[in-house]
């Protein structure tokens, strides 16, 4: 079975710049032959996150797929308050966790991998 890999990336504030990204790094995680798990990507179209209410709902869902996954990916030098707690939850279940710098991602950039 594929190793799944969770995809930690900001998604609050600059939303659409932000889902762009993690369809980036949902899409670096497959280059390495691993199954992407992003609950942004998907959660975030469903429910409005502007919502207190709905966007504790959504943070309870991502955890649900952290879960379910074998590996955090921590992308990029920003860590918002709900990469923190997915994070601190992983760290929790002795997860390994990886920590992907912006360099790394404009490296896969330019080289066009997949």
Request: with cysteine; proline share 4%.
């Amino acid at each position: 079975m594929k190793k799944k890999v969770y995809v930690c990336s900001p998604c609050k504030g600059d939303r659409k710049n932000n889902i762009k990204k993690t369809k980036l790094y949902s899409r670096y995680v497959s280059s390495h032959g691993f199954i992407p798990l992003a609950p942004h990507l998907y959660f975030g179209e469903l429910i409005n996150d502007e919502n207190p209410e709905e966007r504790k709902l959504i943070l309870k869902f991502a955890l649900e797929w952290l879960f379910q996954c074998d590996e955090l990916w921590c992308f990029g030098e920003t860590v918002s308050d709900g990469m923190k707690n997915e994070i601190e939850a992983a760290k929790r279940l002795g997860m390994k966790i990886i920590n992907i710098p912006t360099k790394i991602i404009e490296n896969f950039l330019k080289n066009g991998s997949i």
